[in-house]
């Protein structure tokens, strides 16, 4: 029975250590948990326009509702009205290497490149849903003008939703 008893105890043992761990990893991961929560905003605003910051666009007005920020997209609405008929236009950043052979119009500002989508055309006012990294409003004229909005939207970065651990241990949240 010597063997059959060092065996079963071997076993319980490492038993209680997997639990163990695991408890650990779970309680370290729930401190550690990388912030990937929504986070939500809704503000009201006038603001008038300002030259646009990218390049060949300069002699454009824009009132930027979202601005970019690394990483992050948001995703919601915006009421507006404008002082003169303008674009609405969303826009991504763009990351890692574009294919040349794909046409697509490029915003840069500074060392960034973004992808524009006009969602609406010479409007003075509406409300629009989008999903982008910012959001402005669009004029190719060099006259100011001035815009109420309100915006509804939230943000999730893009880290994703678990942890890693270690090679063999990953929870997921």
Request: charged share 15%; hydrophobic share 35%; net charge positive.
């Amino acid at each position: 029975m010597g063997i059959q008893g060092n065996f079963l105890n071997k076993t319980f043992a490492l038993c209680l250590i997997v639990l163990l761990i695991y408890t650990m990893a779970f309680s370290i991961g729930s401190i550690l948990t990388i912030d990937n929560k929504v986070q939500a905003q809704q503000q009201h605003k006038t603001q008038t326009s300002m030259p646009h910051n990218a390049k060949g666009h300069e002699s454009h007005q824009v009132v930027t509702f979202q601005k970019d920020s690394d990483g992050i997209i948001y995703k919601g609405s915006v009421i507006f009205n404008s002082s003169k008929p303008v674009d609405i236009i969303s826009y991504n950043a763009v990351t890692g290497q574009q294919n040349a052979k794909t046409p697509l119009k490029f915003w840069e500002v500074g060392d960034k490149k973004f992808i524009p989508k006009t969602l609406l055309k010479n409007v003075t006012k509406g409300t629009v849903n989008f999903e982008a990294s910012g959001i402005l409003t669009h004029s190719d004229q060099s006259n100011p003008y001035n815009v109420t909005f309100t915006l509804d939207d939230a943000s999730e970065n893009g880290t994703g939703g678990s942890i890693t651990l270690g090679p063999l241990l990953k929870i997921f949240r």
